[in-house]
């Protein structure tokens, strides 16, 4: 019998290690951007360590999340920062032990490269070696599997293979730490006012009823559990069931540089990029997100070692239609044509304005992620897609039976409001009032008409303008916000020039 139970223990580290192996596999590489085959990076080579609080503000739900990146640079930085791999340490003996937190942030600060470093870290024997298994579950995974039937043991055995072999005595006796990666990303629907109770791991329901179990203490009560969201998706989970909170809020202006000098070996090219975003307010502002880092290195290394000519951007617009002639330019180099790299052809304004549809359908209802299904409503094929990589790209294709349904979004939100942005001003100008006035409710859409000089026209630019920031002004979370200034941007006429004839030019609107 003693040695029967000596085998259950080898045979249960031996499953361990293969997970940790596993597991470092999976976190060891990271894309920044794309997520192009071979285009991985090793996260220790570029990771920067991140600014992260305890707390939140209280009006960290209800407003735009670049207005939320302005109220945090104004901030002076008294807070006392928490590393990403002390987030379940009590800061002192009286303090309540912390089974649950829930960690927020903007789109593209880090959230994710934070749960990936705590897991490379453990695997690699680092850090939290208290732990006995790190169980990493994106919620970009679990929506694939909303309508299914499933206990915690088989969720666990089809989202980590290596675990085939763990036995449901085995997960309550370990000390486990359960990761749920962007909240904000769900698909399911987390009701925790629904009082049926599982408590058993080989017990089988909907994937939303283990979840809220899970959370509540109810299933593995001696679990820790961290969950990771943008803000305005954060009020999901109730407060009385979180022991701590805390907010990643991106790079410091120190982190900012060190993220410039890592990426770029050519020292004088990082001091011109760093200098050109301090200078500008808005482009600093938004540097405190490490994708918005990326961005502005992808366009401003471009414009220093072409022979390119004009100015360097210095407002959001201007950077982002950059960025996207930047993408067009990348993708004939890579794929070949006989246009001119800097040129759109007919082809890149049909595949560009589909993608501003998809982004601009969605963004009203807060969806960021896109099935096949999606694509293809907006007359996209899953090919064009994968060519424009920089812009839009496939978050996974595993090969498991149950992840051959690929899922697409955008590089980062800003990028969708951007394309939403512009495809919104290209039915303004090409007079398609039918989506024009489908974006207002019907109680606007009367005050939209009167502001037509006839029933075929649409109103002058300002009037239009004007209306759509109303709009933006009535939404309680701002989530129309950036994509207002993005329309006003892109009224410019110098805007629309870099766009490279993707918008028909209209009268200069300061």
């Given at each position: 019998m003693l040695e029967r139970r000596r085998d259950k223990g080898r045979n249960l580290q031996e499953v361990l290690e293969g997970h940790k192996i596993s597991l470092k596999s999976r976190c060891e590489r990271v894309t920044e951007g794309t997520n192009e085959a071979g285009s991985g990076t090793l996260l220790k080579q570029i990771y920067t360590e991140l600014y992260i609080t305890e707390g939140q503000s209280e009006e960290v739900n209800t407003q735009h999340e670049v207005r939320e990146l302005e109220r945090t640079s104004k901030k002076s930085l008294q807070d006392t920062p928490i590393r990403c791999q002390d987030i379940f340490r009590a800061f002192s003996e009286q303090q309540k032990k912390?089974?649950?937190?829930?960690?927020?942030?903007?789109?593209?600060?880090?959230?994710t490269f934070s749960v990936q470093k705590f897991s490379l870290d453990w695997a690699e024997g680092l850090e939290n070696q208290d732990l006995s298994l790190v169980l990493l579950l994106s919620f970009r995974e679990l929506n694939l599997v909303r309508d299914e039937q499933h206990s915690l043991l088989t969720l666990l055995h089809v989202f980590h293979p290596t675990l085939q072999k763990i036995r449901a005595e085995d997960l309550t006796v370990c000390k486990l730490l359960l990761i749920f990666d962007g909240l904000d990303e769900s698909r399911l629907s987390l009701d925790f006012s629904n009082k049926q109770v599982i408590s058993d791991v080989t017990q089988v329901?909907?994937?939303?009823?283990?979840?809220?179990?899970?959370?509540?203490?109810?299933?593995?009560?001696?679990?820790?559990?961290?969950?990771?969201?943008?803000?305005?998706?954060?009020?999901?989970?109730?407060?009385?069931?979180?022991?701590?909170?805390?907010?990643?809020?991106?790079?410091?202006?120190?982190?900012?540089?060190?993220?410039?000098?890592?990426?770029?070996?050519?020292?004088?090219?990082?001091?011109?990029?760093?200098?050109?975003?301090?200078?500008?307010?808005?482009?600093?502002?938004?540097?405190?997100?490490?994708?918005?880092?990326?961005?502005?290195?992808?366009?401003?290394?471009?414009?220093?070692?072409?022979?390119?000519?004009?100015?360097?951007?210095?407002?959001?617009?201007?950077?982002?239609?950059?960025?996207?002639?930047?993408?067009?330019?990348?993708?004939?180099?890579?794929?070949?044509?006989?246009?001119?790299?800097?040129?759109?052809?007919?082809?890149?304004?049909?595949?560009?304005?589909?993608?501003?549809?998809?982004?601009?359908?969605?963004?009203?209802?807060?969806?960021?992620?896109?099935?096949?299904?999606?694509?293809?409503?907006?007359?996209?094929?899953?090919?064009?897609?994968?060519?424009?990589?920089?812009?839009?790209?496939?978050?996974?294709?595993?090969?498991?039976?149950?992840f051959q349904k690929s899922v697409y979004c955008f590089v980062h939100l800003s990028i969708q409001e951007?394309?939403?942005?512009?495809?919104?001003?290209?039915?303004?100008?090409?007079?398609?009032?039918?989506?024009?006035e489908s974006f207002f409710k019907y109680s606007e859409r009367r005050s939209f008409s009167r502001l037509c000089v006839n029933?075929?026209?649409?109103?002058?630019?300002?009037?239009?303008?004007?209306?759509?920031?109303?709009?933006?002004?009535?939404?309680?979370n701002g989530h129309l916000d950036l994509f207002v200034r993005f329309l006003h941007g892109l009224s410019l006429e110098s805007n629309q020039r870099i766009l490279g004839g993707l918008l028909k030019q209209t009268v200069n609107h300061p």
């Amino acid at each position: 019998m003693l040695e029967r139970r000596r085998d259950k223990g080898r045979n249960l580290q031996e499953v361990l290690e293969g997970h940790k192996i596993s597991l470092k596999s999976r976190c060891e590489r990271v894309t920044e951007g794309t997520n192009e085959a071979g285009s991985g990076t090793l996260l220790k080579q570029i990771y920067t360590e991140l600014y992260i609080t305890e707390g939140q503000s209280e009006e960290v739900n209800t407003q735009h999340e670049v207005r939320e990146l302005e109220r945090t640079s104004k901030k002076s930085l008294q807070d006392t920062p928490i590393r990403c791999q002390d987030i379940f340490r009590a800061f002192s003996e009286q303090q309540k032990k912390i089974r649950v937190v829930l960690t927020n942030g903007v789109a593209g600060v880090g959230k994710t490269f934070s749960v990936q470093k705590f897991s490379l870290d453990w695997a690699e024997g680092l850090e939290n070696q208290d732990l006995s298994l790190v169980l990493l579950l994106s919620f970009r995974e679990l929506n694939l599997v909303r309508d299914e039937q499933h206990s915690l043991l088989t969720l666990l055995h089809v989202f980590h293979p290596t675990l085939q072999k763990i036995r449901a005595e085995d997960l309550t006796v370990c000390k486990l730490l359960l990761i749920f990666d962007g909240l904000d990303e769900s698909r399911l629907s987390l009701d925790f006012s629904n009082k049926q109770v599982i408590s058993d791991v080989t017990q089988v329901s909907s994937v939303n009823v283990l979840l809220v179990n899970l959370i509540q203490g109810n299933l593995l009560p001696s679990a820790l559990i961290w969950i990771t969201s943008r803000p305005a998706a954060a009020n999901q989970v109730p407060p009385s069931c979180v022991d701590r909170m805390t907010e990643v809020r991106g790079f410091t202006d120190s982190q900012k540089e060190e993220y410039f000098r890592r990426r770029f070996s050519d020292e004088d090219l990082s001091k011109r990029i760093i200098s050109h975003i301090k200078a500008s307010r808005s482009l600093h502002i938004m540097c405190q997100i490490p994708v918005f880092c990326w961005i502005s290195a992808t366009v401003l290394e471009d414009m220093l070692t072409t022979d390119q000519r004009g100015e360097l951007p210095t407002t959001l617009t201007d950077l982002y239609s950059h960025f996207l002639m930047v993408q067009t330019k990348r993708k004939k180099q890579k794929y070949g044509g006989h246009q001119r790299a800097e040129e759109l052809t007919e082809a890149d304004k049909e595949v560009l304005l589909k993608l501003g549809q998809l982004a601009f359908e969605h963004l009203e209802n807060g969806n960021i992620m896109f099935y096949p299904e999606d694509l293809e409503r907006c007359g996209l094929d899953v090919s064009e897609v994968s060519v424009f990589s920089g812009v839009c790209t496939e978050i996974f294709r595993r090969e498991s039976v149950i992840f051959q349904k690929s899922v697409y979004c955008f590089v980062h939100l800003s990028i969708q409001e951007f394309l939403a942005a512009l495809y919104m001003f290209h039915c303004y100008t090409k007079k398609n009032k039918v989506m024009i006035e489908s974006f207002f409710k019907y109680s606007e859409r009367r005050s939209f008409s009167r502001l037509c000089v006839n029933n075929d026209s649409l109103p002058a630019v300002g009037d239009f303008l004007r209306r759509v920031m109303m709009k933006s002004l009535r939404s309680k979370n701002g989530h129309l916000d950036l994509f207002v200034r993005f329309l006003h941007g892109l009224s410019l006429e110098s805007n629309q020039r870099i766009l490279g004839g993707l918008l028909k030019q209209t009268v200069n609107h300061p």
